[in-house]
């Protein structure tokens, strides 16, 4: 059995995409070097769940209880930074919101800023993996348009929609040790949609497609922390910016056939 994308281009001279020319036929083998390509994405960004919790707690729930207790008191920070400012929230706060004993929080957490960085790396290892399924699915022969519109509606127009989005987003621009961890979650981004393009249209990802993919993501992320400081409410602006920014890429990836 094997897997076929869609078509395949050749770049033609000065870099141009001519349009489609050719199918690739893609064996089994190939399809898991690509899903083991994902997979390894993800793990060296250290965006998985366990990862990104590792660095920063004291102790690691090792029952549902408390990983459940993490998880109320991960949320009830992030409810306290949406509705009350960052300045107001504090171990104490957090603790009363979570309904939980102060020395419960200290129990995983040496301080607000450490919970808050294990927040802001869950939402990173959440998205991350939905983003790493978008890759698998556009590498399966998903439509790129459809792809991408979902893509573009998680990252953008759906995140910044939500309070904990906002919550994470105000905890990046406030502690300055938070601040690399955005810049670490949209190159994982790029890097799994350029590697998606460069199975399914057969051209080398770093040198070709993670370049336009790295662009487009770094323009839609200074646009969304723009609209996130100055005006959070304004998300039609970003998604039309969104949709410029695809439209880059797009033009250089030919649609696939109905």
């Not at 109320?72 to 009363?96: F, M, P, Q």
């Not at 459809?146 to 998680?154: K, R, Y």
């Not at 994982?188 to 770093?206: I, Q, V």
């Not at 200074?222 to 949709?243: F, H, N, Q, T």
């Amino acid at each position: 059995m094997s897997r076929v994308s869609d078509k395949a281009v050749e770049v033609g001279a000065g870099g141009a995409l001519p349009g489609p020319d050719r199918d690739i036929r893609r064996t089994e083998a190939e399809f898991a070097e690509f899903e083991a390509r994902i997979a390894a994405i993800v793990s060296d960004a250290g965006l998985t769940m366990e990862a990104a919790w590792e660095p920063v707690l004291r102790h690691r729930p090792t029952t549902e209880k408390g990983k459940r207790t993490v998880t109320r008191l991960l949320d009830s920070a992030l409810d306290l930074v949406g509705t009350e400012g960052i300045r107001a929230t504090n171990t104490r706060s957090i603790a009363r919101e979570a309904g939980v004993n102060i020395a419960t929080l200290y129990q995983y957490f040496d301080d607000v800023d450490a919970l808050l960085k294990a927040a802001a790396l869950r939402d990173q290892a959440l998205r991350t993996a939905i983003l790493s399924q978008r890759a698998l699915d556009l590498g399966s022969g998903a439509p790129l348009r459809e792809w991408l519109d979902t893509t573009v509606e998680l990252v953008v127009q759906g995140a910044l929609a939500t309070d904990h989005h906002l919550a994470v987003t105000t905890a990046l621009q406030a502690i300055p040790a938070l601040r690399p961890i955005p810049k670490l979650g949209w190159e994982t981004g790029a890097l799994l949609l350029a590697t998606a393009l460069s199975y399914r249209y057969g051209e080398d990802t770093e040198e070709y497609w993670l370049p336009y993919t790295r662009a487009v993501q770094s323009a839609t992320r200074l646009v969304a922390d723009d609209a996130v400081e100055k005006s959070p409410e304004d998300l039609d602006r970003i998604w039309r910016v969104s949709e410029m920014g695809w439209e880059y890429l797009l033009a250089r990836v030919p649609e696939s056939p109905n």
